[in-house]
């Protein structure tokens, strides 16, 4: 059950989110000590909770910052990240995305595709000054998780597919305001299985020999982010399995004298912390079911109706026995639902729902239909 009062949560308006900073802090600890022991450095991925809380716990532990837009680049700047430390990804990086990352110097763009370089190139150009790039390599690496969140298949839009390597090293040459500092994979988001990262890590080496092959010497080494988290049992695994994670890494990577490698961790790094808080509104007998409706729907939480993912869902003021009821939110959509034939404690109008491991991926994809307003986030 969430460690957390329901007296106190009574006080806030529903819907909002509630982050457990304790949590969060030891979980940056966990994270930071076993990179740590490697030299490894880990960029977070803003794109999973970009709170200004959550931000300055990432920047007092260490963490470097992964962007895949302008205002993502914005963001990590103006909460104190320094600009050597970020890092910039992203298919569809328009120009002026482009041009504020060049003001900043930021430390490396990672480029998707030739067109793109050229892009940077000519922008860079215009500035007088040289962009450090990383090639996005799309390894063709398959990670075994939901297709929406598969990156480093050849169908998908990310990344510069092997086959096309020899005219992306050919272009590079001619490219004056560019600077190949290395390369970049990110296979795909929710990875529970880690074989799938030593399937990464024997890509990447291959792609080092074919570098090296070619008298290419790459100082970088980003294998991007991916690590999952347990959604069924947060209570169990508060913290994702870090050592392991990193160790396998250190195992497999073959690395060349002064390479760095880089990380780009999310999900991992914020998803147990948070959680969705909702009053139920109404409660109401289908033919075979209960509906138990809730004043959060899929504008504050849509990972279920996008992914049909599971969250664990809880009642935090009955405790009367259990009954299965249909939990879903009050949006005019039949996807509007964030659990079916869930056993509750017999729930009524005005219960607390907690709706967990919702840190990651959560507020930040909220949307305003329905012309909802914003929920609010509480810290603790
Ligand atoms: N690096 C790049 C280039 C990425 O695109 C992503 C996530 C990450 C790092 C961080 O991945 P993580 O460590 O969080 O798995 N909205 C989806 C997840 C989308 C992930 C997009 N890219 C969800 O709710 O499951």
Not at 87 to 97: C, H, R
Not at 351 to 380: F, P
Request: with cysteine.
């Amino acid at each position: 059950m969430l460690n957390l009062n329901p007296e106190q949560l009574k006080q806030h308006a529903t819907p909002f989110y509630v982050y457990d900073l304790n949590l969060l802090r030891q979980t940056l600890q966990s994270a930071q000590q076993e990179a740590e022991k490697y030299n490894f450095h880990v960029h977070y991925a803003l794109k999973a909770n970009a709170n200004a809380p959550v931000l300055e716990q990432m920047r007092q532990h260490g963490f470097g910052a992964d962007c895949v837009s302008g205002n993502e680049v914005k963001a990590a700047i103006e909460n104190g990240f320094s600009p050597k430390e970020v890092v910039f990804a992203g298919v569809g990086k328009s120009d002026e995305e482009i041009n504020y990352a060049l003001d900043q110097d930021i430390f490396c763009f990672n480029c998707e595709s030739k067109h793109e370089l050229e892009v940077l190139n000519e922008l860079a150009e215009q500035k007088n000054t040289v962009a450090r790039v990383a090639l996005r390599i799309n390894p063709n690496v398959n990670a075994n998780t939901h297709k929406y969140i598969t990156t480093g298949l050849e169908e998908n839009k990310f990344g510069i597919n092997a086959w096309e390597l020899e005219s992306v090293i050919e272009l590079l040459q001619q490219l004056k305001h560019v600077e190949l500092i290395g390369i970049h994979f990110h296979i795909g988001s929710q990875i529970t299985d880690l074989t799938v990262f030593k399937n990464l890590c024997t890509r990447v080496n291959e792609f080092q020999e074919w570098f090296l092959a070619r008298n290419i010497e790459l100082e970088h080494i980003n294998v991007g982010g991916g690590l999952g988290v347990d959604y069924y049992h947060p209570e169990e695994n508060p913290i994702p399995d870090f050592a392991a994670y990193f160790s396998l890494f250190n195992q497999f990577l073959e690395l060349r004298p002064g390479q760095q490698v880089h990380f780009e961790l999310g999900r991992a790094l914020v998803a147990q912390c948070g959680t969705l808080i909702s009053r139920v509104l109404y409660i109401k007998s289908g033919v075979t079911t209960n509906f138990a409706i809730l004043d959060a729907g899929m504008t504050e939480l849509i990972r279920p109706a996008l992914y049909q993912s599971y969250h664990k869902i809880e009642n935090l003021t009955s405790e009367k026995q259990e009954v299965r009821y249909d939990v879903v939110g009050p949006i005019c959509e039949s996807s509007d639902c964030f659990g079916k034939a869930v056993m509750l404690p017999e729930t009524n109008r005005g219960d607390l729902i907690a709706i967990r491991t919702a840190g990651a991926y959560g507020e930040v994809m909220a949307s305003a239909y329905n012309l909802r307003d914003k929920a609010q986030a509480i810290y603790v």
